[in-house]
């Protein structure tokens, strides 16, 4: 199934591309800063839920939520335990409920509370344009009535089926970032930054097709700038040449 990894320093940096596995830390050393922080800022148990962490890799032998030890190496400081976590965040989930905290310091303060049910409630920074259901409509719905299925996942390019019996708010444990456009049936909508760094879309009631494409400006941006100086260069270099021909064919 769909998990991430975290390790605490146990494993090498390239672990995650070599062997095709999801870890928190990504292949990158840039990080955004939003997502550092909740990292960093917000108990790691809570991330780990947010983010779909199934296993960590770390030298304690005992964590603060269940897990159960599947690999130990090692003994004392050297020791490497490999915990499976018993009930692991999912990567995609709907909620009913949103909290408005327009600030980072005071979101990292809400998601750190362990009273604040984080598959429950989202955090948004702004108000939702799109209303969600009234509490007594989402109490009268089936729980079991709301699906969430992957059709599709690779690095630039989400596609996933949604029932909803009440208009309500995908969350997924995907890190916001700009360039990510977002489509419900196929109609652009706004690709919204939920729980301090992750991404989030409004869904009414029913049976839809959510789809998120990573394209950026900076992409065709960065590739016209290229073959401008690509052209640049040979433009200089053909002159130069011209310029070196004429002088090799001038008097002695």
């Known amino acids: 199934g769909l998990f991430r990894i975290y390790d605490e320093f146990r494993l090498p940096d390239n672990l995650g591309s070599l062997f095709s596995l999801e870890d928190t830390r990504g292949a990158s050393p840039l990080i955004v800063e939003r997502y550092r922080r909740l990292l960093q800022d917000v108990p790691i148990e809570r991330a780990w839920q947010l983010l779909n962490v199934k296993y960590v890799t770390t030298w304690r032998e005992t964590l603060n939520v269940p897990s159960k030890i599947v690999m130990a190496e090692g003994d004392g400081e050297s020791a490497t335990y490999l915990h499976r976590l018993i009930d692991p965040g999912p990567r995609a989930w709907v909620v009913h409920g949103v909290e408005i905290i327009p600030g980072d310091d005071q979101a990292v303060e809400r998601l750190s509370d362990w009273q604040f049910e984080l598959l429950d409630v989202a955090i948004l920074p702004e ?92 992409v065709p941006a960065g590739i016209v700038i290229s073959v401008l100086t690509l052209l640049g260069a040979l433009l200089i270099i053909a002159l130069s040449l011209r310029k070196g021909h004429r002088t090799s064919d001038g008097p002695a």
């Not at 989402?138 to 969430?148: C, F």
């Not at 489509?183 to 029913?206: F, H, I, K, M, Q």
């Open 127 to 218: 108000k939702l344009d799109a209303p969600l259901a009234e509490a007594e409509d989402v109490a009268s719905a089936r729980a079991d009535a709301t699906t969430v299925r992957w059709v599709r996942r690779d690095p630039v390019h989400l596609e996933l089926d949604v029932a909803l019996p009440a208009d309500g708010l995908l969350v997924l444990g995907e890190v916001h970032y700009p360039g990510w456009h977002t489509y419900v049936d196929g109609s652009p909508v706004p690709t919204l930054r939920a729980n301090l760094a992750l991404r989030a879309v409004s869904v009414p009631a029913g049976q839809h097709q959510v789809e998120m494409v990573y394209r950026s400006w900076t």
